[in-house]
């Protein structure tokens, strides 16, 4: 696994191109938080020789789905993703593991994709800025989804936008993160860009998508997760595993 930033940076940029270096810019916390999910991967122990097996939920261009792929070396990674077009792209950047058999594709909805799978088949459920895009109603029955298709002691993985409690705290943050855009954007004269960006930003902080941390680790709670563990804040974002008991 490539721990090194640099490295890390310079070796995605090869293979995603132009959409790693596009949102490194944009938003560099989703990428890095992309490398934070790989790395939570690579740490988990396998106690079986057998294939590792891993759902990766909104696999988008590929960027995080590379990360998962370079963090185990015995793995294969369902990537979902119902967005055609970004799906497309990273079916094209990542055919080599395609063709390894190490990575296959789905194309449905998270919720369907998760109830397609057997009960307690999967290793590892990992995610990278997801689960936030979610309806709170869908997304109780995804975090649902996952605990079942765990195997005991399996992990969910996940990278994203855990709002604060302190919803001062997080408004002065998401204010900061908006001219964070602004600069950025209108330097290159990507106004498209902005404007998707903050039509999206809306979407994620309206009540009935906003992923606050309190009411999310209270989720995994009451879906039977244990050992819930939220690290490596930094501003809006946040990751964190959660294990399925092995009883």
Request: proline share 2%; aromatic share 6%; glycine share 6%.
């Amino acid at each position: 696994m490539i721990t090194n930033k640099a490295q890390y940076d310079a070796v995605f940029s090869g293979v995603i191109g132009q959409d790693y270096e596009m949102l490194n810019l944009i938003c560099p916390l989703a990428t890095e938080m992309s490398r934070l999910v790989g790395l939570a991967v690579s740490d988990y122990q396998h106690e079986s020789e057998s294939t590792l097996s891993i759902v990766e939920l909104g696999g988008g261009t590929g960027i995080t789905t590379l990360s998962l792929l370079n963090a185990k070396d015995n793995a294969h990674i369902i990537s979902v993703d119902n967005e055609p077009v970004m799906q497309n792209q990273a079916k094209k950047n990542l055919q080599r593991w395609v063709s390894e058999e190490k990575l296959s594709f789905c194309s449905d909805d998270a919720l369907t994709a998760l109830k397609n799978q057997p009960t307690a088949s999967i290793d590892i459920v990992a995610s990278a800025y997801t689960l936030h895009n979610f309806l709170a109603d869908y997304r109780e029955g995804v975090v649902s989804e996952i605990f079942r298709v765990l195997k005991p002691g399996g992990v969910l993985i996940n990278g994203d936008r855990y709002a604060l409690d302190d919803i001062s705290e997080h408004t002065r943050l998401v204010q900061k993160e908006v001219t964070g855009y602004f600069n950025v954007l209108t330097n290159i004269n990507r106004l498209d860009l902005l404007e998707h960006w903050i039509v999206h930003l809306f979407s994620d902080e309206s009540e009935n998508h906003v992923m606050r941390e309190t009411v999310a680790l209270s989720q995994l709670r009451n879906a039977g997760f244990f050992d819930i563990k939220l690290s490596h804040r930094n501003e809006v974002n946040a990751l964190i595993t959660a294990i399925k008991p092995r009883t």
